[in-house]
Antibody, heavy 120, light 111 residues
């Protein structure tokens, strides 16, 4: 059974940093692109970033470029999102998601999310 | 901001058919990228409902169907049931943004 379990969320002041983690199990982690998707309170879904199987390519939504870094450790079956220079508008539930194994195939499994709140 | 536009809400009586549109542009749906649909029940993570424009994962009832034409796509729900009350999102890839984009989301209400 595919499982994605996020951790690392919390309350952080504007301008601060936070590192999210996602522990993956139930599939061959190193064979899949992985994504982070977020959802602000009461709002819709926003794709944040994704990373290639070997970590050699990463892509970001414009609003987080230069502030967020997606990375992975295939030996630990783990995905990460390093967030810095956080803003109030980054407040959201952050989901770890597995990309489908076809090009541009969307995401086929989601975690339950970890909440990030940016406030003074 | 979302580049895929959906109606904010649709509603229907039990048993009826409802459709949700997803309008994109020449850099995403119109460029030939597949459209995927997700269902988000209240308080839960999204779940894939339709992938690759028309395909249903195992376990998804055949009451749900997807289609795509030009720069738009649609999700149809036939035989609407109370358990279908949820938020629905379309998703595609956008070549000008070099990333995935989601639709604005549609809340389905069963009257």
């Amino acid at each position: 059974e595919v499982q994605l379990v996020e951790s690392g969320g919390g309350l952080v002041q504007p301008g601060g940093s936070l590192r999210l983690s996602c522990a993956a199990s139930g599939f061959t982690f190193s064979s899949y692109w992985m994504s982070w998707v977020r959802q602000a309170p009461g709002k819709g879904l926003e794709w944040v970033a994704n990373i290639k199987q070997d970590g050699s390519e990463q892509y970001y939504v414009d609003s987080v470029k230069g502030r967020f870094t997606i990375s992975r450790d295939n030996a630990k079956n783990s995905l990460y999102l390093q967030m810095s220079s956080l803003r109030a508008e980054d407040t959201a539930l952050y989901y770890c998601a597995r990309d489908a194994d076809t090009p541009y195939g969307g995401t086929d499994y989601w975690g339950q999310g970890t909440l990030v709140a940016v406030s003074s | 901001q979302s580049v895929l536009t959906q109606p904010p809400s649709v509603s229907g009586a039990p048993g009826q058919r409802v459709t949700i549109s997803c309008t994109g542009s020449s850099s995403n749906i119109g460029a030939g990228y597949d459209v995927h649909w997700y269902q988000q029940l209240p308080g839960t993570a999204p779940k894939v409902l339709i992938y690759g424009n028309t395909n249903r994962p195992s376990g998804v009832p055949d009451r749900f169907s997807g289609s795509k034409s030009g720069t738009s796509a649609s999700l149809a729900i036939t035989g609407l049931q109370a358990e279908d009350e949820a938020d629905y999102y379309c998703q595609s890839y956008d070549s000008s943004l070099s990333g995935y984009v989601f639709g604005t989301g549609t809340k389905v209400t069963v009257l």
